[in-house]
């Protein structure tokens, strides 16, 4: 009997490499970062706008990318999407300089925004509801196992060839994506579709903009503080206004009633202080690695890959802790852990044996993994069904944001203890990572207090904790 491949299979395989590309391409980088800077003549704290760009891109246009694939079809949005990905991709490989690097980066995350969205979109409306369960494991392995060869293959690429090969390799991948989804996906749109809130998306989008635009301008060596004044108060003002307006149409990009909700408050805004701290470390480590301890990008890759590992693990024991301690307890209590996790890595030094920092971002990236899972399935615990779309929309921007905020916020300190301390802005020491680690460890850890106020039942339906009636009352 010949071998046959269902044409949901190849349709899976097609949608899983998308998740991969992405998955790679948001880990791949921080390990050549440094690399990338001795080339551009510059430093990893200037080049850290190469990471921002990209997943702020993401969150800003990830909200437009259903209402896109509903009016022209699913099939040419994610063909068009793995296309856009790869050509600034390519364009990344081939770039000689920060600003266009950066441009590059925000072209390849506008397709990422509009690839993994739309592709998850056509996966459900092809298997239908009795195929979705094994669907949705096949992707998620995907888009986990991103993160954990990213690390190693970004350094040993790095290291053993060029790290323009980093985004080269995405270009045979989306061409044969790119093609195959004309042939194996149709291209599902819906007659009845709602006018996109293109006020509030234009005006968020110019307030991430400037916000991200003011982090590259205060980390350069001949900042302007009045620009950089100039650009948060416009970054802030845009901000606002989209806030004003959103509140006030009925079908807005980003719904903020949703805010009225106290899990997803929590869940969604909250964490993002901890999501700020957390990425954070992805972009740190590898600098203290190579340009503090010496190693090459390939042996920073294979300690960094620990945090990816760790996270990995996790995912199977997140159930049952929920199950056993509820979100509140685990939530608090592994705020603390997970905050002091964060907090070690600044116990790294260059006489710290590789084995040891393995350990560390090994164990930080377990807890992490927790309180990131947590977080994610707290925001949705409350959600009616018929919100469920708003609040996906508004959760994936938080988290790209605070993702990408998480690198520039580190980039910014790590520049002003430069300017206190009085250093040359060509060197990073490893005090001055000490010190941006340990100020990240307080901001996961300003986000404690709001865990502790979550009622002892919050998200109980989907944690299935049960709270007895004298535990009930003493929180009452």
């Known amino acids: ?18 998740f991969l590309m992405q998955g790679l391409d948001g880990t791949v980088i921080a390990t050549a970062l440094p690399e990338m800077a001795v080339n551009f003549g510059t430093t990893p704290i200037h080049l850290s706008i190469g990471i921002t760009a990209y997943i702020l891109a993401l969150a800003v246009f990830i909200p437009v990318s259903g ?18 990905f ?43 509801k009795a195929g979705l369960v094994q669907a949705l494991s096949t992707l998620t392995m995907a888009a986990m196992i991103g993160p954990v060869l990213g690390p190693p293959l970004g350094g040993f690429i790095t290291t053993y060839a060029s790290w323009r090969w980093i985004f080269f390799l995405n270009l045979p991948m989306g061409l044969v994506g790119s093609v195959m989804v004309w042939f194996f996906v149709e291209n599902y749109r819906e007659d009845n579709h709602p006018s996109f809130d293109w006020i509030g998306f234009v005006f968020t989008g110019m307030s991430v903009a ?15 503080v009045w620009l950089s004044i100039g650009l948060l108060l416009f970054s802030l003002a845009s901000g606002a206004f989209a806030a004003w307006y959103m509140l006030r149409r009925p079908e807005p990009v980003i719904d903020l009633t949703l805010l009225k909700i106290d899990t997803f408050r929590v869940g969604v805004v909250v964490g993002m202080l901890f999501r700020v701290a957390g990425g954070s470390i992805a972009y740190l480590i ?26 990995l693990l996790m995912k199977f024991a997140i159930p049952p802790t929920l199950r056993r301690w509820g979100f ?5 209590g592994n705020g603390f852990i997970s905050a002091a996790a964060i907090g070690a890595c600044a116990a790294i030094g260059i006489g710290t044996p590789g084995y040891v920092v393995f350990l560390i971002l090994l164990i930080g990236g377990f807890f992490r993994s927790l309180q990131f899972t947590s977080l994610t399935t707290l925001g ?15 959760s994936s921007t938080a988290q790209q944001v605070s993702n990408g905020m998480g690198v520039a916020v ?26 941006t680690l340990i100020i990240m460890t307080l901001v996961a850890l300003s986000a404690v207090y709001s865990y502790a106020k979550l009622a002892p039942d919050a998200g109980a339906e989907v944690s299935r904790h049960r709270v007895t009636p004298d535990i009930a009352e003493a929180a009452d």
Do not use: K
């Open 86 to 128: 790869s050509l600034g991709s390519v364009l990344c490989g081939l770039a000689n300089g920060v600003t266009e690097f950066a441009l590059y980066r925000i072209l390849q995350g506008i397709g990422g925004a509009m690839m993994v969205p739309v592709g998850r979109l056509v996966l459900f409306r092809a298997v239908g």
């Open 410 to 435: 580190a980039a910014v300190t790590l520049h002003m203890l430069q300017l206190i301390r009085g250093e040359a802005m060509t060197t990073v020491s490893v005090e001055d990572i000490r010190l």
């Open 380 to 394: 949705y615990a409350d959600i009616p069904v018929q919100r469920t779309s708003s609040a996906t929309s508004f």
């Open 328 to 332: 509140r307890n685990v939530l608090f």
């Open 67 to 84: 209402w896109v694939a509903d009016r022209v079809g699913a099939r040419t949005v994610f063909s068009a999407a793995i296309a856009v």
């Open 210 to 224: 400037a916000l991200v635009l003011d982090c590259d301008v205060t980390v350069q060596p001949d900042s302007n």
């Open 286 to 311: 590898p600098i203290m690695l190579q340009v503090n301890m010496g190693m090459t990008a390939f042996q920073s890759g294979s300690i960094t890959v620990a945090a990816a590992l760790a996270s």
């Open 1 to 18: 009997m010949p071998f046959r491949v269902s044409r949901h299979s190849i349709l899976l395989g097609i949608i899983a490499t998308a």
